[in-house]
């Protein structure tokens, strides 16, 4: 199983993560809830926003490619870089992982879970 890092975010996670036991197979979004980190995800996963951005620092090669359809959607992510993935898309390997959550999305109204 692969380890999942979660770089620092001040409002998500302030003192960064690691989840060593993370599945194969499994989206970064849904290990990272299952984790108790909050991304943001207004779509509920369905590749249909870009609230779950985040940014590859390490691993990034061993995520599978991105859909068309989501290569679409992080056009339109705050902060895009090459190595920009939506956590509801990319599924872990048997690499370790570690991703950095951008400081802002371009979800004006964040819901209170």
Do not use: F
Not at 63 to 70: K, Q, Y
Request: charged share 25%.
């Amino acid at each position: 199983m692969p380890k999942l890092t979660v770089l620092p975010h001040p409002d998500v996670c302030p003192e960064g993560k690691v989840i060593e036991d993370a599945p194969s197979g499994v989206s970064i979004c849904r290990v990272l809830l299952d984790h108790e980190v909050e991304i943001e995800h207004a779509c509920e996963l369905s590749c249909a926003c870009t609230t779950c951005h985040v940014i590859v620092r390490q691993g990034y090669e061993s995520l599978g490619e991105a859909s068309d359809m989501e290569e679409d959607l992080l056009d339109k992510a705050w902060g895009l870089t090459s190595t920009s993935r939506l956590s509801c898309q990319a599924k872990l390997a048997g690499q370790d992982v570690t991703v950095e959550i951008p400081r802002y999305t371009i979800n004006h109204a964040k819901e209170n879970h």
